[in-house]
């Protein structure tokens, strides 16, 4: 929903007040944590089915690729802001001119009997507006900035502002079935990690056989709701693990489900301390592979190119840098905002160097990597009460509880991100205020966290749904709504506003040919893992 700071003028948009905005570091963080997920998980994995080199490179590729999509988001957002400052230009231009006509039509009329002093004074305004529309807006504006992120703008307000009908269903159809599908993994992985980790197993990470990713590619996941109703959850106790489950889904609902009643920045402080786990845990698991290295030597000899391995390494990493979805609702708190691009730059770079660094320590530390990197680290004598066999045993917990921490700091981001987007297709955010309460506050939340909670209330495994969010709607909320996004709105603003308006938020990647490669990029990544999917189905 558009903020204004400011009512009583149309041209003061968006101005965050400190209490509503937050620095650039904290704006670092939110990226970071949205990107990163578990699904860094499985990158060792695939990278040693795929060879180094290859893996590399084809990671190096995602990861620019991503970035030029977000800088099209970013694009796109300046120029939603320049189209409403136009519009409330054009309001108070109307304006202004009724009220001077009338002013002048009253003077003219108090000072002389001349019965065509009136048609006179109409006829000059005729010619004075036609004068006015025939000179470009930047002349007659030349000091107001246009093009700002001042305004938060959700994907699917830009997408009502440059697509026509067709395009607005077809992009919150898109819209809805990601994010309901992100939320449905985000809490059946949560409730599922928890309840295996202190279920009797002789492992903390043993039950663990799903994968889970920014993608959401679980294709090594089993239906196990069936007998998970049957099994207890502890010996001598009534307790199955199906009830387990469900006890850990429904608190874990009750307690990150009422953030999306609120604002991305009442996530602050959960956001910093997920960030210093997630960093925790990932030096962690480099440490450990760069001290078996130097130690033991390199026990895994992984090839150079392995091109079979390309279908299922791109159906785990070609959506290891969506950030996309939620991009406004974390860029339009930020105070400082010419720092955006710095910010998204640094953060594609670090994440991608730690996916980098990770997976490539893990590759040739360990002679056998399991589809999950945690599952490397679980010791193996549990029986041992030695200090060292103990302080694994604690290390396994605690990787253990990477995906609870990491999903749990995104899930509130995510149903923002659904509810504003609700809000937008199904309100008139022009007169958001005059809405109730239950309308403004209550149900938009409630239509965002229930149908998830409903769908993993009655199953755990999600392996069908996720193949189609995390494959199709991805591509599109990744690589082709970008494309579209930015092709409009270049038209739009470059007929409101002619082309001597700079967009000081322009795309690095102006050039109309970058859109047609982003496009071909698209269709060459579906392609591909449905390729994965397909290979996968006939592999089982």
Known sequence: MPERADSASPLVVGVNSPAASYPTWIGFIFIFNLIVGTGALTLPGVFAKAGWLLSLLVIVLLCFISFITVTFIIESMAAANAVKTWQNLQFDSREDLRQTSVATENEIGSETDDPTAGLLSHQHQVGVTARLERMPLYAQHSTLIYYKLDEKFELGEMASLFFNDVGRVLFYLCISVYLYGDLSIYSAAVAKSLRDLFCDHPNATTTMDFDLDSSWNLSTANNETEEDAIKQCWQNHTLTRLNVYRLFLVGFICIFGPFAAFSVQKTKYLQIITVIFRWCAFIFMISIALKLLITDGAKGHPVSM?????????????????????????????????????????????????????????????????????????????????????????????????????????????????????????????????????????????????????????????????????????????????????????????????????????????????????????????????????LDANSQ
């Open 306 to 534: 392995n091109i079979y391995g390309i279908p299922a390494l791109f159906g785990a990493c070609v959506y290891s840098f969506m950030c996309h979805h939620s991009l406004p609702s974390l860029l339009a708190p930020i105070r400082d905002k010419q720092s955006v691009g710095r910010i998204l730059c640094a953060d594609y770079l670090v994440i991608c160097l730690f996916y980098l660094l990770l997976a490539m320590t893990g590759i040739f530390a360990f002679e056998r990597l399991e589809d999950l990197y945690t599952l490397n680290f679980i010791p193996d004598q549990t029986a041992d009460h030695s200090f060292a066999a103990e302080l694994l045993v604690g290390i396994d917990y605690f990787l253990a509880l990477f995906p609870v921490f990491t999903l749990s700091a995104s899930f509130p981001i995510i149903a923002i991100t659904l509810r504003n987007n609700l809000q937008t297709l199904c309100l008139d955010m022009t007169r958001f205020e005059s809405y109730n309460f239950f309308v403004r506050r209550i149900l938009f939340p409630l239509l965002a966290v229930v149908p998830p909670f409903s769908i993993t209330y009655f199953t755990e495994s999600l392996t069908s749904l996720v193949a189609f969010t995390g494959s199709y709607a991805g591509a599109a909320i990744q690589y082709i709504i970008p494309i579209a996004l930015v092709y409009y709105a270049r038209n739009t603003c470059r007929e409101l506003l002619g082309s001597g308006v700079v967009n000081d938020f322009q795309s690095p990647f102006r050039g109309s040919h970058w859109l047609v490669i982003i496009l071909l990029w698209s269709l060459g990544c579906i392609s591909l893992v449905t390729l994965n999917f397909f």
